[in-house]
C-alpha cells in the first residue's frame, strides 16, 4: 500500500521548539511506484479548526508552510497525503509541530548567575535550586533552557534530558541557542523543584591550544530557565522562578573540557533536587536581566550531543603499577561510566588516551589537555558515576585506585557526539576499504560534538574551516548533518570580519594561530552550504548564508595580485602533504598560491551559480566573470608550462577537479603526468588536506583508473590503508601519526582522530560503488560503478531526501552483476563498465554484463 511516510518539519521528527514560525516539510513515499503529483497538507485539531491546504511541490523536499504563520508557543498537528496516479494516499500520522520562543520579549525569567569563582584556574560546579508549588498537575509544561556555561537540569531529582555538555558551543557573544523540553510528566500537584548543575565549559573554561586562554566568553557563568505550564482550560502562564534561586557549590570540585572531571560524591547534599530539602544555609544567587545576555537567542536547529553508544572493554589487563588499563577496541569521543563501591573518601582516578607507545598510554599527543577524571566515593555502597561536564577522545583507559577486583560491566565506554541519523553505508570485498569506510565513519561521529571539529582529544578541538570544507560530501553521504553544520554555518557568517574574512576556525579564539584568513579553508563558507544544497536541495541554506557567500569571494578578490592570481597573502595551502618536514606541514609540492587562485575559481563559480538561482542576475555575471579573469591567469602563470607542476599532484589534480583547463589536450596531458607522478611515488599518497580528496577522481576522469585503485589500496605508508594495517580505527590528522616502529610522530602536532584525510570515501561511494547524484538533492543520480583493484563487489545505500537509494554490484570470471533499487521522486541513468546505458524508474533493477568479452572487443 502507498503511503506518506517520515513526515518531518525542518528536517525534525522531534518538531518541538521550532524556531521558525513556517516550518518547511518534508516526507516520503513507501510503495509507490510513481512520483506524486500533487499533496496536501492538514491542520488538526487546531484552534481554527481543521484546515487543508494544498502544497505549492508534491515532491516531499522541505515544501513551503501552506498554513498562516504559527505563533510563539503554538503547537499544532500536522498530517500529509499525496495523490499518485489519480488515487490520494491515506494521510500520514499527525507530527506534532511547536514552535518555541520566537521573539525575546516571550523571555520574562532572569539569568541566574551563581556566585563567582577564581579566574584562570579550575572551577567547580555550581547547584541552583527553585522550589515552586502547582495548584494542579498541569497538562503540558515546557522548560525552555540555556546557559552560559554548560549544565544539566532535573524536575524533582528526575533528568529533563539526556543531552550532554548543553547548550553546546556556539559565538557567545552572537548567539545562544536555548531548547525546549517537554515536562509535562515531571511536575505534580503541590511542591516542585528545578535544579540545575552547572560548569564553565567552553564559556568560561579553558579552549584553545598552546596554553589555552581562560574566560572567553565571560567572567560569570549562569543559568536561563523559563517553565510554562499550561492548566485543563488551557490556559498558559509562566511559573515566577525569579526569587525562588539558591545556590551552592557543587560536587563536582573541578571541571574542564581538557582537563576531565572531579566528581567528589561526599559534597553532593543529599535530597537536593527534591521538595523540602532544607536550602537555608544555601545562598541567594545573583539574577539579571535577560538584557545582559547581548546575543541573540534562537531555537537550536539541529540535534542534542547526547550519549549514542556503549562500548566494553575487549582486554583488560591489571598493570605491575597497580593500575587495571582497559582496550575498548574503538577510538571515540566520550567518557567512561563506572560502578564501584570504596569506602568514603577513596578516589579512583581515570586516564585516557587514544593509543599506546612503549606499552604505556600514549599520552605526548594530548599537549595540555590532562585528560583525567576522579570519583570519590562517599562511602554509601555501590554506586554508578559518569562525568556529565567534560569529554575525553580515548581508545585505552587505565583506572588508578580501583578498589578490589573489576566485575565484568564495571567500566564501561560511552561514546557522546551529536545524534545525528545515518544515511550511507558502503562495503566491498576488500575487509582493509571496509575498515576505512569505517574509520571515516567513527572520525565523523567523534568531532560532530555540536559542531565540526579538528579532533577530540587534545588541547584543541576548535571548529577548523578547512577540514569541514574538504569533507562535506562525505559527511552529507554519511549522516544527516544539516543541523549540525546550519547551526556552525551562522557563526561562520556571524565571525565574519567587515571585509569578509573568515576565521581558520569558528568559534574563533585568539589562541595565538595567526589571526589571518586562508584560502581553502574560509572557502568553507561557500563550498559547505553548496554541497548541502548539492546533497540534500535545500536552496534555504544558500538563500540565508547568501551574504556570508558573497562577502568571502569579496574578501578573496582583494587577494588577487596585479598578475591575476593570489600572490603574498598567508596560506596554508596543501597542508600536511607527505613531503612536508613534521615542524613546517605547510611546505607542500604544490605553490600555495596555486591553490589559493583555484578556489578563488571554484567559490566565485558557486557564488555565480548561486546567484542565478536566487534571481541575482547581476551578481551571477559579476562573479562569473572574476571566476573566468583569475582562471585565465593562472592557467598563464602555472599551466602554460607543464613542467612547473608536473611533480605536483595535487596541482594536477586541481586543474582536473576544479575544471581550471578546458582544452581537451591539455587535460589529457594533465591527466597523463598525475598518472606518471603517482606510478614514480610508488602509488603512495603525496597529497595533504587539498589534493586528497580530489586525487583519485582525477585519475579516474582521466583514464588511469588502475593508477586510482592502486593508490587507493597502497598499505605502505603514506597511503589511506597504512593506518589499517596498525591498527587505527579512526582517521589520523598525519599519514605518520604512528611510525612503523610504532612510536608516535615526533611532531607536536598529531592526532589519531581526524575525519578529513577520510573525505576518500566519497569517492568510494560515487565511484568504486557508482552512486553519484547529479541533481540537487538526489533528484536524479548516476549508478556507474567502475569495478578495478581486483575488488569483487560493492555496495553502497543512502537515505536520500526522497528515500533510500541502493546499489550493489558483484564480479565474477568478466561476469559482471548490479543492482540497483530507486524510490519515487528520483531519476537514474545507469551506466554498466561495458558503456550500456539504461534509464531507470522506480522501483529494483538488474544489470548483467560480460566484462570479459568487452574488454576483449576494447583491444
Known sequence: MTAVVRLRAELRADALGLGSSTPRLSWLLEGADQAADLAEARLLGDARGDTTASLEAADGLLVPWPF??????????????????????????????????????????????????????????????????????????????????????????????DEHLAPGWTSYGHRLRY????????????????????????????????????????????????????????????????????????????????????????????????????????????TRS?????????????????????????TVERRASGRIRLDFGQNISGVLRITVDAPAGHTVRLHHAEVLEDDELG???????????????????????SPRFTIHGFRYAELEGWPGELADGDVVAVAIHTAMERRGWFECSDPMLNRLHENTVWSMRDNFVDLPTDCPQRDERMGWTGDIQVFAPAGEFLYGADGVLTSWLRDVAA????????????????????????????????????????????????????????????HLELRVGPEGVVDGSMELGDWLDPAAPPDNPGAARTDRYLVASAYVVRSARIVAETALLLGEEQAAARYGALAERVGRALRNRWFSDLSLIAHAPTALALGLEFQLVDDQAVRTRLGELLAQAVREGG???????????????????????????ALLLQTECPSWLYPVTMGATTIWERWDSMLPDGTINPGDMTSFNHYALGAVVDFLHRVVAGLAPVAPGYRAIEVRPRPGGGLTSASASHLSPFGRISVAWTLHDGDFRLTVDVPPGVAATVVLPDGTERAAGVGSHHYQANLAEAQEHAR
Open 683 to 709: 602509488h603512495h599518497v603525496q597529497t595533504g588536506f587539498v589534493g586528497t580528496p580530489i586525487i583519485c577522481d582525477a585519475l579516474a576522469s582521466t583514464g588511469h583508473l588502475d593508477d586510482a585503485y
Open 495 to 554: 565571525e565574519q570580519e567587515p571585509n569578509g574574512w573568515v576565521p581558520n576556525f569558528v568559534p574563533w579564539v585568539e589562541c595565538g594561530f595567526p589571526r589571518a584568513a586562508s584560502a581553502a579553508w574560509g572557502d568553507a563558507a561557500v563550498i559547505v552550504p553548496w554541497v548541502m544544497y548539492q546533497r540534500r536541495g535545500d536552496v534555504g541554506v544558500l538563500r540565508a548564508q547568501w551574504s556570508s557567500m558573497t562577502a568571502w569571494v569579496d
Open 179 to 286: 531548547r525546549v523540553h517537554d515536562v509535562t510528566s515531571l511536575l505534580r500537584a503541590g511542591a516542585n523543584v528545578i535544579g540545575v548543575e552547572l560548569a564553565d565549559g567552553w564559556f568560561r573554561g579553558r579552549i584553545g591550544f598552546d596554553g589555552g586562554l581562560w574566560d572567553v566568553y565571560g567572567e560569570h557563568v549562569g543559568a536561563l530557565l523559563q517553565l510554562e505550564v499550561t492548566d485543563a482550560e488551557g490556559r498558559t502562564r509562566t511559573v515566577p522562578l525569579g526569587g525562588s534561586w539558591t545556590a551552592h557549590q557543587g560536587p563536582v570540585v573541578r571541571a574542564g573540557l581538557y582537563e576531565g572531571e572531579a566528581y567528589d560524591s561526599r559534597l553532593e547534599p543529599s535530597g537536593w533536587q527534591e521538595p523540602g530539602f532544607d536550602a537555608h544555609a544555601w545562598t541567594i544567587p545573583e
Open 290 to 314: 535577560i538584557d545582559t545576555i547581548g546575543a541573540a537567542l534562537e531555537a537550536a536547529v539541529g540535534e542534542p550531543v547526547r550519549p549514542t553508544e556503549i562500548l566494553r572493554p575487549v
Open 363 to 385: 599520552t605526548r599527543p594530548l599537549r595540555q589537555a590532562p585528560s583525567i577524571d576522579s570519583y570519590t566515593a562517599d562511602g554509601s555502597g555501590r554506586v554508578t558515576w
Open 68 to 161: 498562516a504563520p504559527l505563533a510563539s508557543r503554538e503547537r499544532v498537528a500536522v498530517a500529509v497525503r499525496a495523490r499518485i496516479g489519480g488515487e490520494w494516499t491515506a494521510w500520514s500520522e499527525a507530527l506534532e509541530v511547536e514552535v518555541g520562543l520566537l521573539e525575546r520579549s516571550a523571555w520574562t525569567e532572569p539569568v541566574v548567575v551563581p556566585s563567582a569563582s577564581a579566574p584562570h584556574v579550575l572551577r567547580p560546579s555550581h547547584l541552583l535550586r527553585a522550589e515552586f508549588a502547582l495548584a494542579e498537575a498541569p497538562t503540558s509544561a515546557r522548560l525552555y533552557a540555556t546557559a552560559h556555561g554548560v549544565f544539566a537540569a532535573t524536575l524533582n531529582g528526575e533528568g529533563v534530558s
